[in-house]
Structures are given as C-alpha cells and as structure tokens.
C-alpha cells in the first residue's frame, strides 16, 4: 500500500498507514496512480504482524466504522467476522499460521457485528512463494445489490409457476375429462374444450418463449438476425390481425412518413416489438391507437438515423409517478392479466437493436411509446 503521513482524521492519507515495500513487490496503488478510496469495493489490508494498515473509503462506509479507529488495530478486532454459524472467521482461517501454500480466501457471505451479511474474499501475499505472509489484503462488498437479483429472481419464478399453474390445470382437467368420458359428450362440446385446450397450450408456449427472450437478453445473448424490414407493411399486417379478429377498422390509424430509410433489423423481434405495443394500446387503452412511422431526424442535417415508430391511444394513459417503472419486469398497467414481461423484453430487443425506446403521455391523453431503430448493415455485412 501507499506510504502514508500524518493527515488530519477523516483525509485519505489518514486512511492508510505508513508502510513499506520490499524489494522485489509489485507496484502499490499509489505507483499505478490510484488511491484506495477510489476502489468501488471496501479494502482492508494487514500487514506482516497482523496490523491494519489501509482501510478505505468503501470499507469505512460498508462496516460503518471509522479508518482512523481501524488503523493499527489488529485485523480480527479491526475487522471483526463471523460466518453463519456464529465462529469467528479468523480463529478458523489463522491467515499467518495456516498452511504456507495457501493464497486466498473465496468470497462467501460472512457477518459483522450486528448481524449486517457481507460478501468477503481474501488474499494472502508472501515475499517468495511459502514464505511468510507479508500481507492480508482482503475487500468487503455490500450484499443489497446481490440480494435484490435474487429477490428479482424468486418474484420470477414465482410469476411463471402462477401463470403455467392456470393453463396446465386446464389442459390436464380437459384432456382427463375427454379421455375418462368421451363418448359421453356432443360434439360442439368436445370442439369447444380443445379449442380451450389448444388456447391454454398456445398461453404456455407464449411464456415459455418470454423465459427464453428474458434469459437471452440479461445474458447478452439475444441473436439478430438482420434482414431489410418494412416496417410500415408490418405494422398494417399487426392491424388487419385485429380487424379480423372483431376489432373495428377505424380504432386503428396508421401514417407512414415517406420516404423511409432503409430499415436492416430482425424481423421476426420486431414483430414481436410491434405485437407488445399494439396489443397494449388495444387491451389498456381506449378511442383510437395511432401508429405513426416516420424518418428519424439525424444530428446532421440532410440525412435519417433511421426509423421511429409511436403507438399512441387516448385512454387513461400512465400515471407520471409510474412512467419510470414501465419497462422494468412485472409492471402491469391494470390488473387485467399478463405477466408483466413484456415491455421489459420489448426494451430488450429495441436496446439490442442499438435504438431506443420511451414512454410519454399522447397528445389525446392516452398512454405513447416511441421506439428509434438505427440505419444498420444487413447481417451479410455487419
């Protein structure tokens, strides 16, 4: 660590003690021209007799204890651990009399004082290889961030499992039913519960595929395959869906700004972009959803960055207080069913795009989103 001189309490140089560097030690901190409290993680580290000798910014922060009261303290009163079942993690480790071949803790979750769960590793630093150890650098995170994925997690698996428990009751009830007492039934009423069936089958196969997309795009791995897209067409196709399905023709508006550029995008993702939105703005919204495609204006005047497409409805629109939590997973606009992950999947694929999506409020009230495609290479050239 860096050689430190007497600072007032509470500077950085009151963090470290001074130390010195035998020959042969790599370059400290201080060489490489970083100070530890510039560390994201908290950073303790003792030296050859067992005496703290750095304690940064993150560690006063995520132990709540003061560097100056750590300074010169041995570790284990410096840095006071214990794992699970309540031992004392430095009694168990003995990090200057354990084996001379050891040179590193694993992270694992240890608690301080009070109770508070923190993520621990440890490294054991010798002069020569199973020599003494002339230092025990060891760095702290806070467990929160860990936490709150796991939370997000368990609400994930708890989400799928309700939403499969509904459908899979139904196509097990009705296929034991037609199996147990076929012959029984007429056959509008045989028609009608596979058709039930098959609905079930397709919801389930629905979720299952948005597992996947979710699973995809948190890893990074979410595959496009770039094709040209015209992007108006798509659209109207999403419209005569709906028309045919029983929705009026004049609740759809649709206005395409020409000319376009030319739109290189995976077609298949933006189906589904375009799927999510409308289906939003028809289920949620009310009066007439507007979808207006047009160029979208570039910094340099004269040329298009590509494409823009908004979906607007004149409904009840979004509450201000929830426009920040719109594209986060299981926000649900009402509570008239869905699992809530899709417009978390929609600013997936949109992001994995290169472009961008947002929420406002429309001009007629309702509820807009407004998604920006970049010109791209087609997939032969990217």
């Given amino acids: 660590m860096s050689v430190g001189t007497s600072s007032a309490p509470g500077s950085r140089e009151a963090r470290r003690a001074p130390a010195s560097r035998p020959p042969g030690e790599r370059a400290d901190l201080a060489g490489l021209g970083i100070d530890p409290d510039d560390l994201p993680d908290g950073l303790v580290v003792a030296d050859e007799h067992g005496r703290v000798i750095c304690f940064n910014a993150a560690a006063e922060r995520v132990t709540a204890r003061r560097a100056a ?40 979750n240890l608690l301080l004082p009070g109770g508070r769960e923190v993520l621990v590793s440890a490294r054991y630093v ?107 067409a798509a659209v109207g196709r999403h419209i005569q869906a709906y028309v045919a399905a029983g929705q009026p023709a004049d609740r759809f508006l649709l206005r395409v700004q020409q000319p376009l550029p030319d739109l290189w995008a995976d077609p298949d993702k933006i189906d589904q972009v375009l799927s999510n939105l409308i289906e939003n703005a028809v289920r949620h919204g009310e009066g007439t959803v507007t979808i207006d495609v047009t ?20 409904g009840p629109g979004i509450p201000e207080e929830s426009m920040n939590r719109v594209f986060t997973r299981f926000w649900r606009g009402s509570k008239r069913g869905g699992t809530g992950l899709g417009l978390y999947i929609v600013k997936g694929i949109v992001e994995a795009h290169g472009g961008t999506i947002t929420v406002g409020r429309a001009p007629g009230g309702g509820a807009e989103f407004r998604f920006t495609l970049p010109v791209a290479a087609p997939a032969f050239l990217a």
């Fill in 126 to 232: 010798r002069v020569r290889p199973t020599g003494p150890v002339h230092r025990v650098v060891v760095t702290l995170r806070d467990t929160e961030a860990r936490r709150r994925t796991e939370r997000s997690h368990a609400e994930l698996i708890a989400t799928v499992a309700h939403e499969l428990r509904s459908p899979l009751t139904s196509v097990k009830g009705f296929t034991a039913t037609l199996l147990a007492k076929w012959a029984r039934f007429t056959d509008d009423q045989k028609r009608l519960m596979l058709e039930t069936v098959d609905a079930d089958a397709d919801r389930v196969t629905r979720l299952i595929a948005e597992l996947l997309d979710i699973s995809r795009i948190d890893s990074g791995r979410l595959e496009l395959r770039r094709q040209r897209v015209d992007i108006g």
């Fill in 69 to 108: 009261d750590a300074l010169g303290e041995p570790l284990e009163r410096a840095l006071p651990l214990e794992d699970l079942e309540g031992r004392r993690w430095w009694q168990l480790t003995d990090p200057y009399g354990g084996l001379a071949i050891r040179v590193r803790q694993p992270e694992r």
């Fill in 295 to 314: 160029p979208a204006a570039s910094p340099r005047e004269g040329e298009d960055a590509g494409t823009s497409v908004t979906v607007s409805d004149e």
